[in-house]
């Protein structure tokens, strides 16, 4: 199999900010770069507050964070690494050269020389509802997420949860579905402000402090839900409602888990990937940086991230050539940077 694989100097796991500073400073190393992210999109966490704003990155002045998820995007193409989308590492092996292969959890294959690891507190996946036999209707009308708004014209839906999701799923389903309900355990919503305001103009159903007790259904699908009132300790109340569906919507959050990595005989502990002043795992070759790394005086923000990247791109490039370690590398000794440099003046002239 290895025959077949494109070997690559570095194969970053992770495409948040860490991830993807270091495909761009490994390019600028002059490294073959693979960058492989779980999700279907890039930018890691920053996805999770896209309209925040961020004060506390060096040199840049108070920026959102969809917009420098961008620029870190665009910067990390700058050399053209391999991007891989959509597909969750968990499992790695070294070869008999001393590469590795790293596999993805639906199967596919990379090979690499060295590897970052860069998968903040790992690979997120939905918090699932815990009634019975939700998992059972998972592949018909349950759902943990909205891929296509038409799936749902016409039909009565039940959303679960009172978040962001929950409550733009449920705006915009209004007018599409033939009745949306949102059932929510809290008796406040924590979703955006305004879209909560458009939520309760839209006179979308709301039951709270509600929650999921049972779903009725046959072998095939949910007819029914049972919801019933709780506490502010999530105790039923035993006030139950029957409420007819053709789908139910689950929208509890998301949980990030290292999952497989932790059996890849890496120091971790409940959330990191243990390392020392150099990034390095304990594996050759292998390196985390980001939220996953853990070392004294670690900082888990940004400008920590990328640090990181930098410093354990350097010594993957060190592992691989180890004459280049005494290289001082700043961005204006790499040639390439030349032509780039000139096309910019000219521009601003
Ligand atoms: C609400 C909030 C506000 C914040 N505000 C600030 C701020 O103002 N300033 C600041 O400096 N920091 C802030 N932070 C922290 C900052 O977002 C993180 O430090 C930063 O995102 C860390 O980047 P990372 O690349 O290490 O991890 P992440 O951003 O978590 O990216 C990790 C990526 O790895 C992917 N991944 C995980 N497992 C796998 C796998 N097995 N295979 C493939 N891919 C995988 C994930 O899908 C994700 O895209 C904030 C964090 C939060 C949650």
């Known amino acids: 199999m290895q025959n077949e694989l494109d070997l690559y100097d570095i194969t970053i796991v992770g495409g948040g900010p860490a991830g993807l500073f270091a495909a761009f400073y490994s390019g600028m190393r002059s490294m073959k770069t693979k960058l492989i992210e779980a999700s279907p999109y890039l930018g890691g966490k920053l996805n999770s507050y896209p309209d925040k704003m961020i004060w506390d990155v060096g040199g840049q002045p108070p920026i959102k964070?969809?917009?420098?998820?961008?620029?870190?995007?665009?910067?990390?193409?700058?050399?053209?690494?391999?991007?891989?989308?959509?597909?969750?590492?968990?499992d790695i092996k070294r070869t008999r050269e001393g590469y590795y292969i790293i596999q993805s959890r639906t199967g596919e294959c990379h090979?690499?020389?060295?590897?970052?690891?860069?998968?903040?507190?790992?690979?997120?996946?939905?918090?699932?509802?815990?009634?019975?036999?939700?998992?059972k209707y998972?592949?018909?009308?349950?759902?943990?997420?909205?891929?296509?708004?038409?799936h749902y014209k016409g039909k009565r839906v039940l959303i679960s949860g009172g978040g962001d999701s929950a409550v733009d799923f449920a705006n915009a389903l209004y007018g599409i579905a033939h009745d949306v309900m949102v059932v929510h355990r809290r008796n406040e919503f924590k979703?955006?402000?305004?879209?909560?305001?458009?939520?309760?103009?839209?006179?979308?159903?709301?039951k709270m402090p509600f929650a999921v007790k049972r779903l009725e259904g046959d072998q095939a699908r949910i007819n029914a839900v049972e919801i019933d009132q709780v506490d502010e300790k999530g105790v039923f109340l035993n006030r139950c409602e029957h409420?007819?569906?053709?789908?139910?919507?689950?929208?509890?959050?998301?949980?990030?888990?290292?999952?497989?990595?932790?059996?890849?005989?890496?120091?971790?502990?409940?959330?990191?990937?243990?390392?020392?002043?150099?990034?390095?795992?304990?594996?050759?070759?292998?390196y985390a940086a980001g939220d996953s790394a853990m070392f004294g005086n670690k900082i888990h923000l940004l400008a920590g991230a990328f640090t990181d990247a930098a410093t354990a791109v350097n010594h993957a490039k060190t592992y691989i050539k180890p004459e280049s370690a005494m290289d001082i590398f700043i961005s204006s000794h790499n040639p390439v940077f030349d032509e780039k440099n000139e096309l910019i003046e000219q521009a601003a002239k």
């Open 191 to 206: 979703g955006h402000e305004r879209s909560v305001e458009t939520l309760l103009t839209n006179r979308i159903r709301v």
């Open 138 to 150: 998972e592949n018909s009308n349950l759902h943990y997420t909205v891929t296509d708004l038409k």
């Open 243 to 286: 409420v007819k569906v053709d789908a139910v919507i689950v929208n509890h959050g998301m949980k990030a888990d290292i999952g497989g990595i932790r059996n890849w005989g890496l120091k971790t502990d409940d959330r990191h990937i243990l390392v020392n002043d150099k990034l390095e795992t304990g594996k050759e070759g292998i």
């Open 65 to 90: 964070a969809k917009q420098l998820a961008r620029q870190l995007i665009e910067q990390a193409m700058t050399f053209d690494p391999t991007i891989v989308l959509n597909q969750q590492i968990q």
């Open 111 to 135: 090979l690499t020389r060295t590897i970052v690891l860069s998968i903040g507190y790992g690979a997120k996946s939905a918090i699932k509802l815990s009634v019975k036999d939700a998992d």
